[in-house]
């Protein structure tokens, strides 16, 4: 199966600063990586996929790049809605595979 | 709109097996196909199956060949999940989340609510 490492586990920030999330994949998965954030007891929710695309209806502070095993999401100007915790998702092999999460936190 | 609306908490003893049920409405239900994931608790998400609507293939993580079996009624729009000999470690909540791809699975644009099920003696 294809790995994926997150760094950071967890981040610190402030409402407004900007923030990145990595994500490497154990070997290339092109560009067919989804992001999703999950708020604690709900369902996960898709912000991104493949690697760039905006998902209808997600804020466009949200955005993804990478391709092949290095992939970044990044929040611009961080709201009090986006604390929460953010998993990318490889879809390249028959065998999904989930990042372990990275949370974000009020610093 | 889209909704997937999963059926209720479980408690099962370990070695039960466990159904849960994933109703679609708001689209066409043949037109996608579905993802299992499941949680534990406070771990992260774990990718278990897929099947396609189009023509019932099946994808499974290797932990769980075996082990599950996954099913869908077009009649009622309602996507299953089977789950036999339950221990300890499947103690999580279960998704069923709507799948984008076509050949294989992908990446999952819907999600339910989630299940529950807990095992425990």
């Known amino acids: 199966d294809i790995q994926l490492t997150q760094s950071p586990s967890t981040l610190s920030a402030s409402v407004g600063d900007t923030v990145t999330i990595t994500c490497r994949a154990s070997?290339?998965?092109?560009?067919?990586l989804a992001w999703y954030q999950q708020k604690l007891g709900k369902a996960p929710r898709l912000l991104i996929y493949?690697?760039?695309n905006l998902q209808t209806g997600v804020p466009s502070r949200f955005s993804g790049s990478g391709s092949g095993t290095e992939f970044t999401l990044t929040i611009g100007s961080l709201q009090p809605d986006d604390f929460a915790t953010y998993y990318c998702q490889q879809y390249n092999s028959y065998s999904l595979t989930f990042g372990q999460g990275t949370k974000v936190e009020i610093k | 709109q889209v909704q997937l609306v999963q059926s209720e908490t479980e408690v099962k003893k370990p070695g039960a097996s466990v159904k849960i049920s994933c109703r679609a409405s708001?689209?066409?239900?043949?037109?996608?196909?579905f993802n299992w994931v499941r949680q534990a608790p406070g771990q992260g998400l774990e990718w278990m199956a897929w099947i396609s609507l189009y023509n019932g293939n099946t994808n499974y993580a290797q932990k769980f060949q075996g082990r599950i079996t996954l099913s869908t009624d077009t009649s009622t729009a309602t996507a299953y999940m089977e789950m036999t000999r339950l221990n300890s470690d499947d103690t999580a909540v279960y998704y069923c989340a709507r799948d984008q791809g076509g050949a294989f699975g992908e990446f999952s644009d819907h999600w339910g609510q989630g299940t529950l099920v807990t095992v425990s003696s």
């Open positions: 493949k690697a760039s």
């Open positions: 708001g689209y066409a239900f043949s037109t996608f196909g």
């Open positions: 070997q290339s998965v092109s560009t067919w």
